[in-house]
């Protein structure tokens, strides 16, 4: 944009400076920065856990001792994969919390801007109800998570950093030796974990986008409502419960597939490092459930370009 | 030069209300034309129509583009401004100018700058921080930057106290309008932006009532006012409308020269609002 500017100022013909990131791909990329400063909470929230979980641990480290037997002996965990575990333990609040921040912003997302008649404003420029839609779709799956996965590094190098003064103090053991390998094959299988997790949970961000473009009024309501109501009229009507069981399902069929069964048992508590080795990545990746749930992520976030282009309450 | 706007037809109903019921008229490049209809009379159906952003039935080009099925490529040469409170009011001014520079290939951000300068709006202000005024003066700040071939103003100026609207057409007017562009606009005060028009429609019921050039109205329509003494001898000429004013009547014509008419009394053209009220009438609305 500074190039606009520069050009502008350039005395050129005003036929020779058209912004030159007008790409699809710059286009995503000013949508995208657009949600950021609309929805704030997206970035806010996990911050506010973030340096909560921050004050908790200097706390923690301040008030508690370690005795040195904890971490001796052949379960000794190795230095980078003890990051990796942290960073495992910092992912786990902040994923939390970006899901449910994540979760109200697809269903807001929209909804307000029919509401407070924005979208008039939106939709006098040039960029199509396909390309509004996939920036709010991208943000759910690409930046919030990845912002998530950083931020957990991040933390994690925080807390090695408090427990290495600490150490330094003689209040806990000192981490052991640093092992570079174990850390980066952690980092992978934490990355993979992500990639499979948002794949998995891509159709409920499509229903969200869906119900956020649909309702009138109240979309919480119809986000929650369908489920519930045919989860009780197939209760009575048939007594069965396959809605029920889909809807489990998809909230943690996943998981099984993709760590198998993994034994964390004791003695590999903090075996993290080997935590790819064990990930079953490829099945879990060539899960067809897996992809059938993405083509139906598609076709609902498809579904939801489509009556935003047609919907005519403002 | 090809029409920037080309209507055939144009029909649309939300339930058993009929919006649009037929609606033809076309709008020729270098113009300002006023859509002009009471209140449910189809205006902004029209003008959704014409952005592609209601579904509808008829035919309808639009720069040579159908709006239903290449709006996208269409919104590139057209601006529009809903009234006033559609500005996202969590968006700051810098902001707003970023979010149009980058998705807008047309915008040229110095000028949009430029203008914003001249006026009391700073630009790390959030929208929700303006006044009504100020809101209106940003959103024309960003749409003069914007060097688009068609304009459509639906009520822009709701709202706002007479300096802002008075200056809102002088700017668009002086600083905006060339012969390369073409403005269509709907508002409810006419009586005010009268003098802008070089065109009218007149839309009541779903139906275009009257569409016309200025320069033709006043070859076509004669305002007469004579004395109540003279109304009957005037009568005979069949006027369509009259009222009566302080004792003396006022009647419109249609399609009477003035020589005909200038023995009976005081001619003049009727101004658009006069003219709109005319044709309104008998016709109940609301």
């Known amino acids: 944009m500074n190039s606009n500017l520069a050009d502008a100022a350039g005395e050129g013909p005003p036929e020779a400076a058209p912004a030159a990131r007008t790409g699809t791909a710059g286009t995503l990329l000013v949508l995208i920065r657009r949600e950021l400063w609309e929805h704030r909470a997206l970035w806010i929230a996990p911050l506010v856990v973030a340096a909560l979980m921050v004050c908790g641990a200097v706390v923690a480290g301040l008030k508690y001792h370690l005795t040195h037997g904890d971490m001796s002996g052949e379960d000794r965990p190795g230095g980078m994969a003890m990051f990796a575990v942290m960073q495992g333990a910092a992912s786990m609040p902040l994923s939390v919390v970006s899901l449910i921040v994540v979760g109200f912003y697809l269903l807001d997302c929209l909804y307000a801007e029919r509401k407070d008649r924005s979208i008039l404003f939106w939709k006098s420029l040039p960029v199509s109800d396909g390309k509004t839609v996939v920036s709010k779709l991208l943000v759910a799956l690409l930046v919030v998570p990845l912002g998530v996965f950083a931020l957990g590094l991040l933390l994690s190098l925080l807390f090695t950093v408090i427990w290495e003064v600490n150490a330094a103090l003689g209040r806990v053991p000192p981490i052991p030796g640093w092992d570079m390998l174990g850390w980066l094959k952690a980092e992978i299988a934490l990355l993979a974990c992500l990639i499979v997790g948002v794949l998995w949970y891509a159709p409920y961000a499509g229903y969200l986008l869906l119900v956020s473009a649909w309702a009138r009024r109240t979309p919480f309501l119809w986000a929650i409502l369908p489920p519930v109501v045919a989860q009780i009229v197939e209760h009575f009507t048939f007594d069965t419960h396959y809605v029920r069981d889909l809807l489990v399902y998809r909230t943690y069929g996943i998981w099984p597939t993709l760590f198998g069964h993994m034994h964390l048992g004791r003695g590999r508590a903090f075996a993290l490092s080997s935590a790819l080795d064990q990930l079953h990545l490829r099945a879990a990746l060539g899960d067809i459930d897996l992809w059938l749930g993405v083509a139906l992520a598609a076709a609902l976030v498809f579904a939801a370009a489509r009556i935003r282009r047609y919907r005519d309450d403002t | ?286």
């Open chain 2, 1 to 286: 030069m090809t029409a920037v706007i080309e209507a055939r037809g144009l029909a649309k109903a939300y339930g058993a209300t009929h919006a649009l019921d037929g609606v033809s008229f076309s709008v020729e490049p270098g113009r300002i034309v006023g859509l002009i209809g009471p209140n449910g009379a189809g205006k902004t159906t029209a003008l959704k129509a014409i952005l592609g952003l209601t579904p509808f039935t008829g035919e309808l080009q639009v720069l040579g583009l159908d709006p239903r099925t290449r709006r996208d490529e269409l919104m590139r040469e057209v601006c529009f401004m809903a009234d006033v409170a559609v500005l996202p009011r969590w968006l700051r001014v810098s902001q707003a100018l970023q979010v149009v520079g980058g998705v807008h290939p047309r915008f040229d951000r110095a000028r949009a700058t430029d203008f914003l300068r001249r006026t009391d709006i700073r630009m790390e202000s959030r929208v929700r921080e303006l006044s009504k005024g100020m809101v209106t003066q940003l959103h024309l700040a960003l749409i003069l930057a914007i060097d688009a071939r068609l304009l459509v103003l639906d009520e822009p100026t709701l709202g706002l106290d007479l300096l802002y609207r008075r200056k809102f057409y002088d700017t668009l007017l002086n600083d905006y309008f060339d012969k390369e562009r073409t403005i269509l606009l709907t508002t409810h005060q006419v009586e005010e932006v009268e003098n802008l028009f070089t065109d009218v429609i007149f839309i009541n019921h779903g139906r275009v009532a009257l569409s016309s050039s200025v320069e033709e109205l006043s070859s076509h329509y004669q305002q007469l006012t004579v004395a109540a003494e003279a109304a009957p001898t005037a009568r005979a000429l069949k006027p369509f409308y009259e009222r009566e004013v302080f004792g003396r009547v006022a009647m419109l014509f249609e399609g009477r020269s003035a020589a005909e008419l200038r023995g009976f009394g005081e001619l003049r053209t009727p101004s658009i609002a006069d003219l709109f009220v005319a044709k309104m009438q008998g016709t109940p609305s609301t």
